[in-house]
């Protein structure tokens, strides 16, 4: 198991920008796929992106793709999630979420999570 902490939510304007970080601890970071999901009151929990163990591959849900951007430091066992030009339907819970060898879309795929960060984007 690794242990995730999301860090880096808040409050910000519609076109801002937000920075969120997810450090891991416990295992060998290196061996997790990452994915960043998003739950918005009232509404399932959704895949927003996600990364390969070494950052060569990454995935985006539509919502978001030109606008948000993953990244990992394996040295830092930090996964990173740039979100830019913020929408108020981006407002949601972020989490993170690892797994072990490749990369998912699902939240049935991921068996660590993070206990969430809230993110608000006022209109």
């Known amino acids: 198991q690794v242990h995730l902490v999301e860090s880096g939510g808040g409050l910000v304007q519609a076109g801002g920008s937000l920075r969120l970080s997810c450090a891991a601890s416990?295992?060998?970071?290196?061996?997790?796929?990452m994915g960043w999901f998003r739950q918005a009151p009232g509404k399932g929990r959704e895949f927003v992106s996600g990364?390969?163990?070494?950052?060569?591959?990454?995935l985006y849900a539509d919502s978001v793709k030109g606008r948000f951007t993953i990244s990992r430091d394996n040295a830092k066992n930090t996964v990173y999630l740039q979100m830019n030009s913020l929408k108020p339907e981006d407002t949601a819970v972020y989490y993170c979420?690892?797994?072990?060898?490749?990369?998912?879309?699902?939240?049935?795929?991921?068996?660590?999570w993070g206990q969430g960060t809230q993110v608000t984007v006022s209109s």
């Open positions: 979420a690892g797994r072990v060898l490749t990369v998912g879309v699902t939240t049935d795929e991921y068996d660590n």
């Open positions: 416990g295992r060998t970071f290196s061996i997790y796929a």
């Open positions: 990364i390969s163990r070494s950052g060569g591959k990454t």
